[in-house]
């Protein structure tokens, strides 16, 4: 009945409709046929910067994965304040094998592509690889506000497709001797790469000795920002040479997305 009454009024609408158009219209005009609305077409884009990290939401994706860079929930980085001490959380023991020298400038980063023949550490369950490591300058995660100059991610995957990302951080002080092996010979545009097969490091050195860290559930620091990133966020920072860190950041051209809201998060604080 209900259905009856609509599809009454519908057809009186259009009618309605019709006459309006007609009697509008000049004989000497024709009347268009149809007349057609253009629907909104989502545009993509394959570029994206630091000056403008508002429209990475446009930024393309790949693989049906949803781009999430505007989503307001579990976006990463983070302001670090207000972690919970939380005794339970595992002591970090990474595992890794040392990896012959592979460095790629991408246009986005510095990125040092892991080719040991085995790493390994296990969080929550989940047993992680390491894939690649590669900078940001200053810090994308702050502490109570503060920037540090450098750093470092050291992203790791696990089977289920999860990822798990350390985070390591680099202030002005004494010089680095893992950064040291690689400041002269970073390189310096994008698409360009540095390998060295005879000179092999140990992934573990750019961990500061003392290895508490904070723990929260994020994403991706760049587009899509997925929110599938297990953070690890060392608590304390190792030091770099005033030389090394220029060598960093006159190419990373502040390569560091502001922070994101906490939105309900518990950052949790390992001891
Ligand atoms: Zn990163």
């Known amino acids: 009945m209900k259905t009856m009454k ?12 019709v006459l309006t158009i007609v009697s509008c219209s000049k004989e000497d005009e024709p009347v268009p046929a149809t007349i057609v609305v253009a629907a909104p077409v989502e545009t993509c884009t394959d570029h994206f910067d630091y000056e403008n990290p508002n429209n990475w939401s446009h930024v393309c994706t790949t693989n049906n994965t949803p781009n ?3 989503s307001t929930y579990r976006q990463s980085p983070i302001d670090i304040v207000g972690a919970v001490a939380d005794a339970t959380l595992p002591i970090l023991s990474p595992i890794y094998s040392s990896s012959s020298t592979d460095i790629v400038n991408n246009g986005h980063t510095i990125q040092f592509n892991y080719n040991g023949a085995a790493s390994d550490f296990t969080f929550g369950g989940e047993t992680y690889s390491l894939l690649q490591f590669h900078f940001h300058a200053s810090s994308e995660h702050t502490f109570g506000g503060t920037h540090q100059a450098l750093e470092g ?3 790791h995957a696990s089977p289920s497709g999860s990822l798990a990302v350390i985070a390591v951080f680099f202030e002005l002080g004494a010089a680095n001797p893992f950064l040291d092996q690689f ?14 097969v005879n000179l092999n490091y140990a992934p573990e050195d750019l961990f500061p ?6 723990n929260y559930n994020g994403s991706l620091t760049t587009p899509p920002c997925s929110d599938i990133v297990n953070w690890i966020v060392m ?5 770099a040479s005033q030389a090394q860190l220029d060598a ?6 502040s390569n560091y ?3 994101q809201p906490l939105s309900g998060r518990t950052i949790k604080h390992k001891i």
């Open 209 to 214: 000795v003392n290895q508490s860290y904070y």
């Open 68 to 70: 999430e860079c505007g």
């Open 257 to 259: 997305r502001p922070v």
């Open 248 to 253: 960093f950041t006159t190419l990373l051209h």
């Open 183 to 196: 400041t002269a010979n970073l390189p310096s545009h994008a698409g360009d790469t540095y390998v060295d």
């Open 235 to 239: 608590e304390h920072t190792s030091t």
């Open 6 to 17: 609509n599809f009454k009024f519908l057809t009186v609408a259009v009618f309605a409709s």
């Open 153 to 155: 991610h050291l992203v």
